[in-house]
């Protein structure tokens, strides 16, 4: 690094300022690109920084703080690009009141799994129950389907409730139930497509999506919000919630 520096002194100072900062930023620059992809990261921030610290202040005091002020970098770039690639929403959900059925399953993230055993079946026999009762509905009412834990402790147990959301309770409920689901914030993602790759999009979130994200979950339902479908009621857009503080 001595040797560099004293080739650069030998150039006249406009020259030297120019030239300088050109090898810095790019071993900066190919430094925190490697931090995302192979290659010697640390390595290169690091002569880069020391580079421009020939001629940068900030850069001369952050070289001077050392390892530290690398962790705060690689910190931040990291943060970016998995922000970058997460494909995370959040908003602020209404109260909604569903009328539907619910079941007990073994969640998909478990290996004895039976959701799609238990929750196809179910919201066929909601709908059917569901188209029969006299209450004010719109043509395509949204249907959404939401999860808890169930209180039996089993590894993977959960109660899954299927509905359609209804304006107001009908006096006859035609053997369905009520749930009311209060307002909140989701952090959700979109699955769009045939409601065959849903599945994919489910393991996705929770497995991926989710735990990547800045998000801290609150006690609260998961949801399925079958937000978008098409003229037979087959789903076209789904949102995957959860719910976050």
Do not use: C
Not at 138 to 144: S, V
């Amino acid at each position: 690094m001595e040797k560099l520096r004293n080739i650069l002194a030998k150039l006249p100072h406009p020259v030297r300022w120019a030239l300088t900062v050109f090898i810095g930023f790019i071993l900066l620059i190919a430094g925190l690109i490697m931090m995302v992809t192979p290659g010697p990261g640390l390595l290169f921030i690091f002569f880069g920084l020391s580079i421009l610290a020939f001629e940068i202040e900030w850069a001369r005091e952050l070289n001077k703080q050392g390892m530290q002020g690398l962790e705060k970098i690689v910190s931040k770039v990291k943060s970016w690009f998995r922000r970058k690639k997460l494909m995370i929403e959040s908003a602020i959900f209404p109260k909604r009141i569903l009328l539907g059925l619910k079941a007990n399953f073994i969640a998909a993230t478990h290996e004895n799994s039976n959701a799609q055993e238990v929750i196809g079946p179910l919201w066929g026999e909601m709908s059917w129950r569901f188209f029969q009762v006299p209450v004010a509905r719109d043509d395509f009412p949204l249907g959404i389907g939401a999860m808890w834990e169930d209180e039996s402790g089993q590894p993977g147990a959960m109660v899954y409730f299927a509905g359609y959301e209804v304006k107001e309770v009908p006096a006859d409920l035609s053997g369905l139930e009520i749930l009311e689901i209060p307002e909140g914030r989701y952090a959700y993602l979109t699955h769009s497509g045939a409601v065959s790759g849903l599945p994919a999009t489910v393991a996705n979130f929770y497995s991926t999506q989710f735990p990547q994200s800045d998000f801290q979950r609150r006690p609260g339902m998961d949801l399925e919000i079958y937000s978008e479908v098409d003229e037979s009621m087959t789903p076209t857009k789904v949102l995957v919630a959860v719910p976050v503080l």
